[in-house]
């Protein structure tokens, strides 16, 4: 039995030191920029990598208390929420179609969604451009929203039915003798059974739209209504010359989104690992 549990150890040992190295190699440039911020500019540029010899709160402090730092953060999350709702609830719909459902041309359609993964978003910028000032959704939340959900609906849709194809048809059948329509069983019992595939997508909405860069700054040309990542950019060119301040706010910048991920992580891993043993 020792011998078993040492030789299981011995062949874990190098998988525990890949970890270890590869949680280095994302942890170190985050203790980096979190000190740096805490250093003046004068100071970073004479101890790049030693720790502050006075700690400068005054760079993260005077960020907090700016009015423009939170309602970036605010539009951030206005959109990351609408962005979630509508893909999850448009592609909930369509993957039940898709799963429960036989219909002529069923798979075909299903083939044209998963081809949208392979669909850059660079090539539709100009046209996409074009119909959002046709449709005066420039400068307009929903003009970053509806967008950003079009383009979620393929990966949403793919995971989402493999899911609802697991669910046993036996279960649909007794509900639909006991009265259910379609939609209730849908509401009723596929919803609910499918909480974790509903939360997976969600986080991976809910990122997606926090991390996007190119198109608010595509449809948002009235600074009220920048996101945080195009503020990271505009701060950076402000205080090109002043690094410690540019790396608080980077980090400030970076606090909502990991502390986010830091809670809907377990959902995401164990949704998406669910998902592929279950597809």
């Avoid at 030693?50 to 208390?65: A, D, F, K, M």
């Avoid at 939340?141 to 609906?153: D, H, K, N, S, Y």
Wanted: overall charge positive; some cysteine; aromatic content about 12%.
């Amino acid at each position: 039995m020792t011998h078993s549990r040492t030789s299981r150890r011995g062949r874990s040992l190098p998988l525990h030191l890949v970890l270890v190295l590869v949680g280095a190699v994302m942890a170190v440039p985050l203790v980096y920029a979190a000190l740096s911020g805490f250093k003046s500019t004068d100071e970073l540029s004479r101890n790049p990598v030693g720790l502050p010899e006075s700690w400068v709160t005054s760079n993260y402090t005077q960020i907090l208390g700016s009015g423009d730092f939170w309602r970036l953060i605010g539009n951030s999350t206005l959109i990351a929420v609408g962005t979630t709702v509508l893909v999850v609830a448009v592609s909930a719909l369509s993957a039940f179609s898709f799963a429960r459902f036989a219909f002529r041309g069923r798979e075909v359609l299903f083939t044209l969604f998963t081809m949208g993964l392979m669909f850059p978003f660079a090539v539709a910028a100009l046209p996409l451009f074009l119909l959002l000032r046709s449709l005066d959704l420039l400068d307009n939340p929903l003009g970053v929203i509806l967008p950003q959900a079009a383009f979620g609906l393929p990966m949403t849709i793919i995971i989402l039915r493999g899911f609802f194809r697991q669910i046993p048809g036996e279960l649909e059948e007794a509900a639909t003798l006991d009265g259910c329509s379609s939609f209730g069983f849908f509401w009723r019992v596929l919803l609910p059974m499918a909480r974790p595939a509903l939360g997976t997508v969600s986080v991976l909405a809910v990122v997606t739209s926090w991390n996007n860069f190119f198109l608010p700054l595509l449809v948002f040309t009235d600074a009220q209504w920048w996101t945080l990542p195009i503020g990271v950019q505009q701060y950076q060119g402000q205080y090109s010359a002043e690094y410690a301040k540019v790396f608080a706010y980077l980090v400030l910048a970076m606090v909502p989104a990991l502390a986010f991920y830091s809670v809907a992580e377990r959902q995401l891993v164990g949704g998406l690992t669910a998902g592929a043993t279950k597809g």
